[in-house]
Every structure is written in C-alpha cells, then in structure tokens.
C-alpha cells in the first residue's frame, strides 16, 4: 500500500486515517514482508513531512524487510551468548579464506582474471545445486577437481 496523503484512505481505514493524522503523520506505507514469495506480513512506514517517500526510500524499505524476513527465519527464543556470536564470526571469516583460495587456485591453474574465476567457481555451483563456499571448500579438498570446475566457464 502507498498513500503518500494518509486522508487518501479515510474511506478504507477512517480511524485509523483520524489517528495518523492527529498524531502528524502525512503519508502512510506498507512493503510487504516475504519468505520465498510467500507474504508473512508487513512493514510499515509512516511519514511526517509532505511528500511521501521516494523511489529509493521504497526501495530502501523493501530491502529492509528482506532483512526482516531473514531475520525471523533465523529467530531463536535463546538468547545469543559471546561464543554463539565468535563462531559465527569464526565461520563467515574461514568461509571467506577458502572462496578466496579457491578463486586463487582457478585463476592460476586456468590463467584466469579473478573476475572469471568467481564466475566459474558459481557457475559450476549453480549447475550442480551447491553453494559457491560448498564447491570453494571442495576445491581445497580435492573434490571437484580444478580442471571440472573450469569447465563451468568453457
């Protein structure tokens, strides 16, 4: 929903159009939140100034409630402890160092630009349903074969 002038829903919603703008809200947004396609709800803006939003404050708002949706995907009543939070570093860092050895052994064993590497690298990934770390970590262990992932980009 986009009403950049909340009295533009009166007819639709007149209590809540009375309660937006005795409390000074001009313009009134709802980007919808999704897990795969699927709605799960909504973010809502309200605005205080004359005007609306603009295009890429709506798309600022839809990336946020992508954000959103992971968010509540990844949800746990836990609360997080310091250690739950150095793994999860520990893993996006040692992650990174095997994509990045990874482009390094294609680029050099395919005389490739870096560039070309990452697109072989997700390329073959793609085709076979694996994520690019997955084949990345592979490769440092043997399986794919180097020669079997350059492939992906011949």
Same mark, same amino acid.
């Given at each position: ?24 809200? /001009?313009?009134?947004? +709802? ?6 396609? /699927?709605?799960?709800? +909504? !973010?809502?803006? !309200? ?9 890429? &404050? ?6 946020? +409630?992508?954000?959103?949706?992971? +968010? ?5 009543? &836990?609360?997080? #402890?310091?250690? &739950?939070?150095?793994?999860?570093? /520990? ?19 395919? =005389? ?8 072989? !690298?997700?390329?073959?990934?793609? #085709?076979? =349903?694996? #994520?690019?770390?997955?084949?990345? /970590? =592979? ?7 180097? &020669? ?7």
């Amino acid at each position: 929903m986009r009403a950049p002038e909340v009295g533009a829903l009166a007819g639709r919603w007149p209590r809540f159009t009375a309660l937006a703008a005795a409390a000074g809200f /001009q313009g009134a947004y +709802a980007v919808p939140v999704r897990v795969r396609e /699927q709605p799960v709800g +909504a !973010l809502n803006l !309200l605005v205080g100034g004359p005007g609306g939003l603009s295009a890429g &404050d709506l798309e600022l708002a839809s990336a946020l +409630a992508g954000v959103t949706a992971g +968010a509540m995907m990844r949800w746990r009543s &836990d609360p997080v #402890r310091p250690s &739950d939070i150095l793994t999860r570093v /520990q893993s996006v860092i040692s992650a990174k160092a095997s994509v990045e050895t990874a482009l390094g052994m294609l680029a050099a064993g395919g =005389g490739l630009t870096i560039a070309e590497a990452e697109r072989a !690298l997700r390329e073959f990934g793609r #085709r076979r =349903g694996v #994520r690019p770390v997955a084949v990345a /970590q =592979g490769l440092l262990h043997g399986a794919p074969k180097l &020669d079997e992932v350059l492939a992906a980009v011949g």
